[in-house]
């Protein structure tokens, strides 16, 4: 008989339910996919479509809560309007055990809901955003366009005028789009960058293999530290365009953040920031080895394949952020390509630079108010680049990620070292606690569905007959405060400070149990009634 029963409540349940599931589903897809419509207008209508679908199973599993507060009020209201339950426990029945089904449901649901965070909407989400920024010529065209700013590489170009796509008619994986009129600005590390204007420009677009774009902008004027010039043309180097989403840890699954959570140096931005930090190392002791024997009166040979370079000058000043050297009268011969050529010059400088093309490191050497018999005056010749010394490489290569971020020796006295390294720790940290705070997150709010789908089915019982209704309204006045107090505690959680941190994580648990606590006692205060 018990089972009868159990099956009739869930069949009651799972047409409520099912018909509130299925509404609300839809309503978050459309306007999800509304809202991509707008936010992404190089999308064709078979993306979008694909965009749609893709979202429907994301969006049920964040109504599922929602659509199973609805069935719970609705079945149990109606149970009590009918005067079922009286009937129940007239004929002998522990009316409590009538909310077994209602418990059955709730695990359900937090067992969904938990995979859902976790796995689901994760992948989903990020195939949904691959199709999104797939075809990106057309949403940089459309940027271009909107904004009249764009950027690639490490150039921010501002166009008066952009032109249509074309495809090459010889390579269907080649796409241009030419600016007219075009506002520049070079920047780097550093606090000056390169600015000027170009007659034209064209973004070449190669989408073969992993889509990069490139640049090259014809007839500059150009400013670059206190320094004025022409130019023809000039090329920016392909930069590479992932086909993924942003890299946030909200849309990561759980076996990754697990994977995160042991090794933070996996993280891309993390990895980034290592990176950066293993080339400002690289560049110090690059300028060191420099200065050092420059100081002692002694030549210092560079090197890249072939091609080699030998410098001879005093050391004019060190800068004291970087660690670039200035140089007092110098001197350099280059060899390379079959000839040797001599240079002699008043001031010059060296500079340890990142390749943009293949992000390596490289020594640019440039001299200043060159001599008369080093061929016609020029006010400034740049020498071949240089690779990295071979001493400086071997003990770079020899010192792990580990040991770069926490040395077991003091670090130079370079400021781009140490804010390096505090910018590391602080992602690590910061990073650890994000984590951590997700995790607790997802697991808590899977957890609080138990409660409170019991909470509905009891309202559903107090508020009976046409008050049904009220009760799912009154139902879901806990399940928002429950979500708002999971946002804060995870907002809270995700301060890598150990008080705020741990303050969070209680937030979040504590509010389940304070929930929990509340469905155990409506639930024999209201049926006893």
């Known amino acids: 008989?018990?089972?009868?029963?159990?099956?009739?409540?869930?069949?009651?349940?799972?047409?409520?339910?099912?018909?509130?599931?299925?509404?609300?589903?839809?309503?978050?897809?459309?306007?999800?996919?509304?809202?991509?419509?707008?936010?992404?207008?190089?999308?064709?209508?078979?993306?979008?479509?694909?965009?749609?679908?893709?979202?429907?199973?994301?969006?049920?599993?964040?109504?599922?809560?929602?659509?199973?507060?609805?069935?719970?009020?609705?079945?149990?209201?109606?149970?009590?309007?009918?005067?079922?339950?009286?009937?129940?426990?007239?004929?002998?029945?522990?009316?409590?055990?009538?909310?077994?089904?209602?418990?059955?449901?709730?695990?359900?649901?937090?067992?969904?809901?938990?995979?859902?965070?976790?796995?689901?909407?994760?992948?989903?989400?990020?195939?949904?955003?691959?199709?999104?920024?797939?075809?990106?010529?057309?949403?940089v065209a459309s940027t271009?366009?909107?904004?009249?700013?764009?950027?690639?590489?490490?150039?921010?170009?501002?166009?008066?005028?952009v032109g249509e796509l074309r495809v090459d008619p010889n390579n269907p994986h080649l796409q241009y789009l030419e600016l007219e009129r075009v506002v520049f600005l070079k920047r780097d590390d550093r606090d000056y960058g390169a600015f000027g204007t170009a007659e034209r420009a064209v973004i070449t677009f190669d989408m073969t293999g992993q889509p990069s774009a490139s640049a090259t902008l014809y007839k500059l004027r150009w400013y670059d530290n206190k320094e004025y010039g022409e130019q023809d043309s000039f090329s920016l180097p392909p930069q590479t365009r992932e086909i993924r989403p942003k890299d946030k840890l909200t849309y990561v699954d759980l076996t990754s953040l697990r994977a995160f959570q042991r090794d933070p140096m996996l993280i891309g931005e993390v990895a980034a920031a290592v990176r950066k930090l293993r080339n400002a190392m690289t560049a110090t002791l690059t300028y060191e080895a420099v200065a050092d024997a420059l100081q002692k009166g002694q030549p210092f040979r560079f090197t890249r394949g072939d091609d080699a370079a030998v410098l001879r000058a005093s050391v004019s000043g060190r800068d004291s952020s970087h660690g670039d050297i200035g140089l007092a009268g110098p001197k350099a011969e280059v060899a390379g390509g079959g000839q040797v050529t001599q240079y002699d010059a008043a001031t010059g400088e060296?500079?340890?630079?990142?390749?943009?093309?293949?992000?390596?490191?490289?020594?640019?050497?440039?001299?200043?108010?060159?001599?008369?018999?080093?061929?016609?005056?020029?006010?400034?010749?740049?020498?071949?680049?240089?690779?990295?010394?071979?001493?400086?490489?071997?003990?770079?290569?020899?010192?792990?990620?580990?040991?770069?971020?926490?040395?077991?020796?003091?670090?130079?006295?370079?400021?781009?070292?140490?804010?390096?390294?505090?910018?590391?720790?602080?992602?690590?940290?910061?990073?650890?606690?994000?984590?951590?705070?997700?995790?607790?997150?997802?697991?808590?709010?899977?957890?609080?569905?138990?409660?409170?789908?019991?909470?509905?089915?009891?309202?559903?019982?107090?508020?009976?007959?046409?008050?049904?209704?009220?009760?799912?309204g009154v139902s879901c006045i806990p399940a928002f405060i429950v979500f708002l107090v999971l946002l804060l505690g995870r907002n809270q959680a995700s301060n890598p400070q150990g008080s705020l941190h741990s303050h969070g994580l209680a937030m979040m648990w504590g509010i389940d149990a304070l929930v929990s606590l509340l469905a155990v006692v409506a639930a024999y205060r209201t049926v006893d009634r």
């Open 144 to 161: 271009l366009r909107n904004h009249r700013a764009g950027v690639v590489g490490d150039m921010a170009l501002h166009p008066e005028r």
């Open 350 to 472: 060296v500079l340890v630079e990142q390749a943009k093309d293949t992000n390596t490191l490289f020594v640019r050497i440039t001299l200043r108010d060159l001599s008369a018999d080093a061929g016609p005056r020029r006010p400034r010749q740049e020498l071949p680049p240089m690779d990295i010394p071979a001493a400086v490489q071997g003990q770079m290569t020899a010192l792990s990620d580990e040991e770069l971020v926490y040395p077991k020796g003091p670090l130079p006295d370079n400021s781009s070292v140490l804010q390096a390294r505090a910018l590391v720790e602080k992602l690590l940290d910061r990073k650890v606690a994000q984590i951590d705070s997700l995790i607790h997150f997802r697991s808590a709010w899977a957890v609080s569905a138990l409660p409170l789908i019991l909470l509905a089915a009891m309202l559903g019982i107090r508020f009976r007959g046409g008050q049904v209704l009220t009760a799912f």
């Open 1 to 139: 008989m018990i089972l009868t029963l159990y099956r009739y409540i869930l069949r009651d349940f799972s047409r409520a339910f099912g018909l509130c599931w299925v509404a609300l589903t839809l309503i978050v897809t459309l306007t999800n996919g509304v809202i991509q419509y707008f936010r992404v207008d190089g999308l064709n209508a078979l993306e979008l479509a694909q965009v749609f679908l893709l979202f429907v199973p994301v969006a049920a599993t964040v109504v599922v809560p929602v659509a199973a507060l609805f069935g719970a009020a609705i079945t149990y209201g109606r149970m009590s309007a009918d005067n079922e339950i009286t009937a129940c426990r007239a004929a002998g029945l522990d009316v409590h055990r009538l909310l077994r089904p209602a418990l059955l449901i709730a695990i359900g649901v937090a067992a969904l809901n938990y995979y859902g965070f976790n796995h689901l909407i994760p992948r989903f989400y990020r195939a949904g955003e691959a199709i999104t920024q797939r075809d990106f010529p057309k949403l």
